[in-house]
């Protein structure tokens, strides 16, 4: 039928269910976005604001339950891989690779006595790894939605969105925020997500471009020592924290600081590198809470503006850009027509995020990458999409088609 049509439409499907034979009708697709992030960047582990949003591209999976309790997954990025857990072996392996991630999430839903009995999961992604797009977040999102929907266990998308943020930590490793799976799951078309980390209180924000199209440019960057560098910030903030917690600042987070208090702060920390990296976290922090009212009101040309002070700040204060991205910011802003670019996701390689007029979208391209290329040494790649919905099932979509 036109579902199992789409999904052999993917190339490995056939391959990786054949040795798992059951009936067609039992095959449920899902789709999780990833997302870009607009301004706040390093503020949500701090307590503070982030404006994400969803987008259009993401990553489908293809789900048929089994009866054995076996696990096994396949991506149509590792072409010819299929990677098994059994229940007593649900544990994190380096050589798991992708798997690892809904590994994670069925281990945590265990955790949480959410018990399946297994699934061939095949994941159809066309996100470009590595981009700071939020593949992995994805990835975790949509295997812990779709295994909420075959249960009918009702948990709300903010509870995945934790589960999944858990799953990462946990399980694979990686110290997150949860910015990324939060804006996954709660995402919606031509809205960006206002998400207060602290209290994950939020609201959706109606993103109104016109005749400005968002360009992502991935700047190809190999991925090196993100993670280790990644934490260093994060550790870099809690020295930071403690240090003004004794010098009498009331806060629990960095971002619970104000920039009326920035020059008392000024005047406590002494380290260089930690009053940077707290200068950073408290007006980031400020520009991410404000930039919903300027997003309501219109203004795209100042929201343009304080996207650069984001960039300004995470390359001198932050330091989590690199050459790479700071190339393709700059070259960004010397086109007519741009409104803003800056890094998005955690840096040190990634993608940048640009608000460019409709009508200059050609200049841009061609400028940014020549630039880029004649520094760096090597093309980036652009990427025109708009803001989409968050996780959901696409079982009925596609067999409407
Ligand atoms: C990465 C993390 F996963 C997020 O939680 C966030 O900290 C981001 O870097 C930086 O804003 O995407």
């Not at 994190?92 to 999430?105: D, K, Q, S």
């Not at 909420?148 to 694979?172: G, M, P």
């Not at 809205?191 to 209290?199: E, F, G, I, W």
């Not at 994060?234 to 010098?247: I, N, P, V, Y």
Request: glycine share 8%; net charge negative; with cysteine.
């Amino acid at each position: 039928d036109s579902a199992m049509a789409f999904i052999e439409e993917t190339g490995v499907f056939p391959a990786f269910f054949q040795f798992s034979p059951g009936p067609a009708e039992d095959v449920r697709v899902f789709f999780a976005p990833g997302r870009v992030n607009l301004i706040g960047e390093h503020t949500d582990y701090n307590g503070g604001y982030v404006l994400p949003a969803a987008l259009q591209l993401g990553t489908s999976a293809i789900v048929r339950p089994r009866k054995d309790g076996q696990w096994r997954f396949a991506s149509t990025s590792f072409p010819d891989t299929v990677v098994e857990f059994s229940p007593e072996n649900l544990e994190y392996r380096e050589n798991a690779g992708f798997a690892n991630y809904p590994a994670g999430v069925i281990w945590v839903l265990r955790q949480e006595g959410y018990i399946a009995n297994g699934a061939d999961i095949f994941f159809a992604g066309n996100l470009p790894a590595g981009a700071g797009l939020s593949s992995s977040a994805s990835v975790e999102v949509v295997t812990a939605f779709a295994m909420a929907s075959l249960h009918h266990w009702s948990i709300s998308k903010e509870t995945l969105a934790l589960y999944a943020q858990r799953a990462e930590n946990q399980f694979v490793g990686v110290n997150c925020g949860i910015m990324d799976q939060f804006s996954v799951a709660l995402g919606m078309e031509q809205h960006a997500l206002s998400l207060h980390c602290q209290s994950l209180s939020y609201e959706q924000v109606p993103v109104e471009l016109g005749d400005v199209v968002m360009v992502l440019t991935n700047s190809n960057k190999p991925h090196s020592l993100v993670e280790s560098k990644y934490n260093e910030r994060r550790s870099e903030c809690e020295t930071a924290l403690s240090l003004l917690q004794d010098a009498g600042f009331s806060c629990s987070y960095l971002a619970d600081l104000t920039p009326e208090q920035w020059p008392q702060m000024d005047a406590v920390l002494v380290d260089p590198v930690l009053k940077r990296r707290v200068r950073h976290v408290v007006f980031e922090n400020h520009r991410a809470k404000e930039a919903p009212k300027l997003l309501r009101q219109g203004r795209l040309r100042e929201f343009g503006e304080w996207m650069n002070a984001s960039h300004r700040s995470l390359c001198k204060d932050y330091e989590v850009t690199g050459p790479e991205l700071d190339t393709l910011a700059e070259s960004a802003w010397q086109v007519e027509g741009c409104l803003g670019s800056r890094m998005t996701g955690g840096g040190f390689g990634g993608s940048t995020v640009s608000l460019v007029e409709r009508h200059h979208l050609d200049v841009f391209q061609e400028h940014v990458a020549r630039q880029y290329e004649s520094t760096i040494g090597y093309a980036p790649s652009f990427y025109i999409t708009g803001l989409g919905e968050g996780v959901r099932e696409l079982t009925g979509e596609v067999e409407g088609k």
